[in-house]
């Protein structure tokens, strides 16, 4: 089986969706009242980062945690809700060409993965106009319809997006060296590597330059 697996910020989707996450809780009509406590909250995450005392890394997990302790009063069906009523903010800013590839290998019998570090509902919600066979993010934990982040938070991305894929797949017998992944940032690069047609999407300065290198194909 040949597998087509495509990232979501920057690449699908053509912003970055953390920052329109924070806009929409800012200016919603019922749940902007979270919004100060969770800037408060952020805020000195933030100025570590860009004093590069936090690696990115630990920055982007530790800022997911945050936003769902803003709205740890809300249910999972609300919390959904809340990502649906994002949809059509978003849909002029979703990537036609690299749709049109999703398209593609979709009709060629490619099992179409989406590997995000974003919510996993939310991906779900944002991309509901289109099909994947699966939808791999960073899962919010909860108990029944509670959000509970006591328990484990686990964000996915660098390798731990191959780990998920791996599982994913388990028990499938995967033909790699024709397969394709579409990435924008250098922190796609394990998911890129694995694949024999791995592609660069409007590509950071460091993926740009291991791109030209390699002779990968760049949209």
């Not at 590069?52 to 009063?73: F, G, N, T, V």
């Not at 570090?117 to 991309?127: D, E, H, I, N, R």
């Not at 388990?170 to 024709?178: A, P, S």
């Amino acid at each position: 089986m040949r597998v087509a697996i495509f990232d979501f910020d920057g690449t699908l989707y053509t912003k970055e969706t953390f920052k329109l996450l924070m806009e929409h809780l800012k200016n919603h009509p019922t749940y902007k009242q979270y919004y100060k406590n969770f800037y408060r909250s952020i805020l000195p995450l933030y100025i570590r980062y860009k004093l590069k005392l936090l690696p990115e890394s630990i920055m982007k997990e530790r800022s997911m945690r945050l936003y769902l302790q803003a709205l740890d009063s809300l249910t999972m069906t609300e919390l959904h809700e809340f990502f649906k009523s994002m949809h059509n903010k978003m849909m002029p800013d979703f990537n036609e060409q690299v749709i049109n590839r999703l398209t593609e290998h979709r009709k060629e019998g490619y099992h179409v993965l989406l590997v995000s570090g974003a919510y996993t509902p939310f991906l779900k919600a944002v991309t509901s106009h289109l099909t994947f066979d699966q939808v791999i993010g960073t899962d919010i934990p909860s108990i029944g319809e509670k959000i509970a982040m006591d328990r484990p938070f686990l964000h996915i991305q660098g390798t731990r997006k191959n780990e998920q894929i791996y599982q994913a797949l388990q028990g499938i017998t995967v033909d790699w060296d024709n397969s394709f992944a579409y990435g924008d940032s250098i922190s796609d690069l394990p998911v890129l590597e694995k694949v024999g047609c791995p592609v660069a999407v409007r590509p950071d300065e460091k993926l740009t330059v291991v791109a030209k290198k390699r002779n990968w194909e760049i949209l």
